[in-house]
């Protein structure tokens, strides 16, 4: 198991680091919207965790650093739950997109690659496009 996992009293092994990660993001522009908390239940129930679980790590402060998994297809499910997170209340600040920038980058994606991958994503996500959909067209973008 990696250091960054925990397993909670479900059993179910989840990435803290990614979690911490969405409520960093929910934090960006310096208070957590309704909407936002929602997700952020809603993220944490489908990870397994308990109310006092997600409780407990909302309470977690400072930034954590982001260690993105290996696959495209996973990286690009990240990156687009930060997406939704950033979404979650209607409202795209420049911080918020500098923070989905540096997920991107430290995913591994290339600078070229970055900007376009934050537009699609925060556009796609916008017009109810599904995350398939959405990595359907990076994929095309990508190997072109």
Do not use: C, W
Not at 16 to 34: C, H, M, N, W
Not at 37 to 56: A, M, R, T
């Amino acid at each position: 198991m990696n250091f960054t996992d925990f397993v909670t009293h479900h059993g179910k092994r989840v990435n803290k680091e990614y979690f911490i990660s969405l409520i960093q993001v929910s934090r960006t522009d310096g208070k957590i919207a309704p909407e936002e908390l929602e997700l952020l239940y809603k993220e944490g129930k489908k990870f397994g965790l308990s109310e006092p679980e997600i409780e407990k790590l909302m309470a977690t402060q400072g930034n954590q650093p982001y260690h993105a998994p290996y696959s495209l297809q996973d990286k690009f499910e990240q990156l687009y739950n930060v997406g939704v997170m950033i979404l979650a209340d209607d409202v795209v600040t420049e911080k918020e997109k500098k923070m989905l920038k540096r997920f991107a980058i430290e995913a591994g994606f290339q600078d070229k690659a970055v900007n376009h991958l934050v537009d699609l994503l925060l556009k796609g996500i916008k017009n109810n496009e599904t995350e398939e959909t959405l990595l359907e067209k990076f994929k095309e973008h990508l190997f072109k």
